[in-house]
T-cell receptor, first 117, second 112 residues
Framework: DTEVTQTPKHLVMGMTNKKSLKCEQHMGHRAMYWYKQKAKKPPELMFVYSYEKLSINESVPSRFSPECPNSSLLNLHLHALQPEDSALYLC????????????????FGPGTRLTVT | QQPVQSPQAVILREGEDAVINCSSSKALYSVHWYRQKHGEAPVFLMILLKGGEQKGHDKISASFNEKKQQSSLYLTASQLSYSGTYFCGTEIITGGGNKLTFGTGTQLKVEL
């Protein structure tokens, strides 16, 4: 199984709402990632989890809060978002974790398309 | 800093060849190539490590020149299924993990 699943597929939320995005993989991968992608732009790295610990935060505003409950699950909690946060949020996973010298391909989920009104 | 890709967009007739270039201002450890079709997730194509090796499968191959900090993706005898946006990804290893920075992207459209 080489699939990364994400739920929900679409999400519309107001600026005062609290919502969560969910990502799951069952490939035994030890690194998981959150990316943000705006239309016609490349994915931008937000967070990296390695062996269930947050290892990289790309200076993401605190209204985005990641969580890794176990090695297969990754959540992104959203609170008080702004309209400019509307984007496609992609989750990815790869075999190796922090500091590995062997680069591994990243497997991406289909994404959650988020609209903030 | 984000790698720069060229061209930004290209239209091909089926069967034609194309080259997509990726250039970085930073020293590279490895280069990834991904293709993203409209409305879908990026899909991994290949990784190249330092050493200038060329990799490929089927009719898609790539090269990596770490001295020039450049990589090129070669698409031979293009098929309709090759249409999509191609991203290179340059990887650096930090104490916290491996960071992948995607390039500016190249939109490829293959027509009959």
């Amino acid at each position: 199984d080489t699939e990364v699943t994400q739920t929900p597929k679409h999400l519309v939320m107001g600026m005062t709402n609290k919502k969560s995005l969910k990502c799951e993989q069952h490939m035994g991968h030890r690194a998981m990632y959150w990316y943000k992608q705006k239309a016609k732009k490349p994915p931008e790295l937000m967070f990296v989890y390695s062996y269930e610990k947050l290892s990289i935060n790309e200076s993401v505003p605190s209204r985005f809060s990641p969580e890794c409950p176990n090695s297969s699950l990754l959540n992104l909690h959203l609170h008080a978002l702004q309209p400019e946060d509307s984007a496609l949020y992609l989750c990815a996973s790869s075999q190796e974790g922090a500091g590995g010298l062997t680069p591994y391909e990243q497997y991406f989920g289909p994404g959650t398309r988020l609209t903030v009104t | 800093q984000q790698p720069v890709q060229s061209p930004q967009a290209v239209i091909l007739r089926e069967g034609e060849d194309a080259v997509i270039n990726c250039s970085s201002s930073k020293a590279l450890y490895s280069v990834h190539w991904y293709r993203q079709k409209h409305g879908e997730a990026p899909v991994f194509l290949m990784i190249l490590l330092k050493g200038g090796e060329q990799k490929g499968h089927d009719k898609i191959s790539a090269s990596f020149n770490e001295k020039k900090q450049q990589s090129s993706l070669y698409l031979t005898a293009s098929q309709l299924s090759y249409s999509g946006t191609y991203f290179c990804g340059t990887e650096i290893i930090t104490g916290g993990g491996n960071k992948l920075t995607f390039g500016t992207g190249t939109q490829l459209k293959v027509e009959l």
